[in-house]
């Protein structure tokens, strides 16, 4: 697989371009390269690998941002149970148990994922 040495100077700019702007339009003008070449460079299996690969990368750093912040969130939900107004007190359970309850589903299915690889590599290996 290339790295991001591997790809030309105009590649690197708009892989860059891709990585900080919202859409394709704005890519492209920030690169200095028109739509077509993005997507060109997009179809482009090694280019749409470091492509992948880089933006896999800032979601991580975005996910890990977001666990540093949720200790915080959990604290102030776990003030508004205490809360005088009782509508603050039902909203803060109401965002809590759908939380858990999106959390507990999302567990599950992560461990059906594994028990199905776990099944497929045990198949694999016969």
């Given amino acids: 697989m290339r790295q991001r040495g591997d790809l030309s100077e105009r590649q690197r ?3 860059d371009a891709l990585l ?4 394709i339009t704005a890519a492209a003008e920030r690169a200095g390269v028109g739509r077509a070449t993005l997507y ?11 492509y ?19 200790i915080g ?3 102030v ?15 803060a359970a109401r965002t ?4 858990m309850f999106k959390a507990t589903e999302l567990y599950d299915i992560e461990e059906r994922l594994r028990a199905l690889e776990s099944k497929d590599d045990d198949e ?3």
């Fill in 77 to 91: 939900l776990e003030r508004n149970f205490q809360a005088e107004n009782r509508h603050v007190q039902l909203r």
């Fill in 124 to 126: 694999q290996s016969c």
């Fill in 40 to 50: 060109r460079y997009m179809g482009d299996a090694d280019f749409a690998a470091v």
């Fill in 52 to 70: 992948r690969e880089e933006r896999a990368a800032l979601v991580d750093q975005a996910v890990a941002g977001l666990q540093k912040l949720s």
């Fill in 96 to 99: 809590a148990l759908e939380f």
């Fill in 73 to 75: 969130a959990v604290s």
């Fill in 20 to 23: 900080a702007t919202p859409t």
């Fill in 13 to 15: 700019k708009a892989l």
